[in-house]
């Protein structure tokens, strides 16, 4: 298992510069599509949490500039890790490829939009520093946190699919679509993500309830966009989002999982700083 117990932010008694890099502990895989707006700024935001040990951006076929804004970060920051699929293949997909190169014992699901704050990093995964919990899920429908008043129909749709997922696994999430999720390497990288696009959340959900994962759910503050800001879910990933509630909780009931790495097609990727300079493993 994973030793997360040395992980955390510097000491007091520690710069930021000596104590960040001993500590961090956590693997940031972003999937980016047609973000040249906001990646840098949350590139630079993620990369000056302490937690952070690596960040990995993986640029899923922009045809915006997205790659020509993320190639200068990797070269000034040895923690930045860049993969591109040559063409758009969907969040799923990306946030498979990021998964498979992560080496920090704990990754969390990041978006590019900067709807979620990375200063909250350590709200999300301090359930699993504490050795409570193997995943955690963020919640925008719980506690007290700043949420940006939005469109009430998707509200409506992420509480029924929620609901449904719910009942499928018997679970008693707030919030199955948040973006904000952590896990145990060694857990998501057991996983065999197979959906593409934004059916990873009920497909991951459903996976790590059969596997008896300990589950906690956090309150996260939520800086949404709009449609003519960037938003790209729309009411078809939510009928999709059914569909994989139904496929991966009743249609595969006891099914086993298998590692990311078997029985699955390796992607097509452009790749600056493939291996981390803190990876000791010879792999």
């Known amino acids: 298992m994973t030793d997360t117990n040395k992980c955390g932010p510097p000491t007091s008694t520690s710069s930021a510069s000596e104590g960040a890099a001993a500590p961090a502990c956590l693997a940031i895989v972003v999937p980016a599509y047609n973000e040249v707006d906001t990646v840098a700024e949350l590139a630079r935001t993620v990369l000056a949490q302490p937690l952070v040990q690596e960040l990995i951006i993986v640029d899923d076929g922009s045809q915006d500039g997205t790659w020509t804004v993320l190639e200068p970060l990797a070269k000034s920051d040895?923690?930045?890790r860049l993969f591109r699929h040559e063409r758009n293949q969907g969040k799923g997909a990306a946030l498979r490829t990021g998964f498979a190169q992560a080496i920090a014992p704990i990754v969390v699901v990041q978006d590019a939009d900067l709807e979620y704050d990375p200063e909250e990093?350590?709200?999300?995964?301090?359930?699993?520093?504490?050795?409570?919990?193997d995943v955690v899920f963020g919640s925008r429908f719980i506690g007290s946190s700043a949420h940006?008043?939005?469109?009430f129909w998707h509200s409506v749709g992420n509480r029924a699919l929620t609901t449904l997922s719910n009942m499928a696994t018997n679970l008693n999430l707030t919030d199955m679509e948040a973006g904000y999720k952590a896990f145990r390497r060694e857990l998501i990288q057991k996983i065999r993500i197979e959906e593409n696009r934004f059916g990873f959340e009920p497909e991951i959900t459903a996976k790590?309830?059969?596997?008896?994962?300990?589950?906690y759910e956090v309150a996260i503050s939520y800086h949404g966009r709009t449609y003519a800001e960037g938003k790209k879910a729309g009411w078809r990933d939510g009928v999709s989002a059914l569909r994989c509630i139904i496929k991966y909780n009743l249609l595969?009931?006891?099914a086993s999982e298998t590692p990311n790495t078997k029985h699955q097609k390796p992607e097509k990727l452009?790749?600056?700083n493939t291996k981390h300079p803190d990876d000791t493993s010879g792999a």
Do not use: C, D, N
Not at 148 to 151: A, E, H, P, S, T
């Open 78 to 80: 040895a923690r930045v």
């Open 121 to 133: 990093y350590p709200i999300v995964v301090a359930p699993i520093l504490a050795g409570k919990a």
């Open 148 to 151: 940006r008043v939005l469109y």
């Open 208 to 215: 790590i309830s059969k596997l008896k994962a300990r589950i």
């Open 252 to 254: 595969r009931r006891g």
């Open 270 to 272: 452009q790749a600056l």
